[in-house]
């Protein structure tokens, strides 16, 4: 059960509404999502409860009919927050946590000690296997993040690279800690390396039976007084084998997790054919007040969601005469690692079928580059896209599916056609900084222009 929200929009309707034309229901809509009463919209908490409770109001209003598992609702079991009690001494060296070493979000309890194995980037596939040979049982092992250099595309997934699966491998050749190091090729201080920095900690469920910790390359060249650089150019090379390094390791993980159910919005326009439906998503979580003071997450992604809003009431308006059902669904928990995604792909394909995926998150930022594209040229609506583009004056930049972390990644890998649309990383994001005020409404208005003519063409 949500909490009351009738009272909280009142103020909605008084607000001054913007000169721009056409840009008045986008902006109604992201002032209701970023309202202080959303409280930045972490998931599961009261905050987003109350900006789905908005959401929900006006599909209703729109007069979609309700797609969820719970009426307009798709039921979500999630982490939403995480907290650690944990250790790592490297030989001598106490490494400092959330400095030199960060527990994963995903990270089970464990209390281990031992001399490591070094595993090179900790992958087992028919292209590339750094387990062949090695026996970790009962062991920590050692894994740079990334790919041996030239490997990504003879890898049959590139999810096999996430931390998450990395670990999920040392778990099944029975290691029983995992220890992934920044990798040099990657992480450094040129313009074209990520800082040598730790990830931002993800709530998630426990991977059950492994204990998970993330290394800065320089922490292990502290711990370990071995070249990490030299590692990776030997295994890059094929030159190595298994490496137990010297050094004595003790790793100590105590986990508590928040755990909450919590849901995503959904609601159709129901197509006369029996053919799987197109879904458009947005997801509207954000990252919270608690974690970033006066966040608003207006851009990531209010007006991912105001655009879809704004998109299911074109197409509600054609009830009747459309072939093929339109799903439009406000996903939960895509900060928290798609989960709300992950469960929606799986309600969807179960219940109304397994049809394409369009996902919105960034609208309101679009630059001279035009409108990313993530996974144009894969998808199976690739003909329809560039011919709504095209007819709407909207300029679209093609890029790999997952060149960008969002729900689409999540439908696809449910087996979805699917991509992602986006406008872009700039310096508001995951900030305070993404406010209201920093959005371009005229844009906005395109974009909305571009997918309405997209999932119509879709749905006929």
Known sequence: MRWPFAAFFVFLFLAPQSAIAGSGELMRHVRAIVAPETQGRLAGTKGANRAADYIESQMKAIGLEPAGDDGFEIETELVNAVEFDTSLTIGTHVAAPDVEFGVSGFSDDVDVEGVPVFVGYGLSDSAWDDYQGADVRGRIVIAMTGCPEGQEERLSSKHL??????????LSKGAKAMILVNDPRAHGDSDT?????????????PLEGIGVVRLT???????????????QTEVDGGKWQHLAVKTKVALEIDVDRDDVDTASIAGMVRGSSDKPPIVFGAHFDGLGEAAIPGYQGADDNASGVAVMLAVARRVANQKGRLKRTVIFVALTGEELGYVGARRAARFIDETYGRGVFINLDMAGRLDDDGLRAFGLESWTANKAATSAASGSGMALDAHPLYAS??????????????????????????SADDRIEKLNWKQMAKIEVFLGRLIRDLAD
């Open 405 to 430: 972390g969002s729900d689409h990644i999540a439908f696809a890998e449910a087996g979805f056609g699917s991509i992602g649309f986006s406008t872009g990383i700039h310096p508001g994001y995951h």
């Open 193 to 205: 390396q990520r800082a040598d920095e730790l990830p931002r900690t993800v709530p998630a469920f």
């Open 217 to 231: 390359a320089k922490a292990f060249a502290t711990g370990f007084a071995a070249d990490l650089a030299k590692l």
């Open 161 to 170: 690279l996430s931390s998450q699966s990395k670990a999920a491998v040392a």
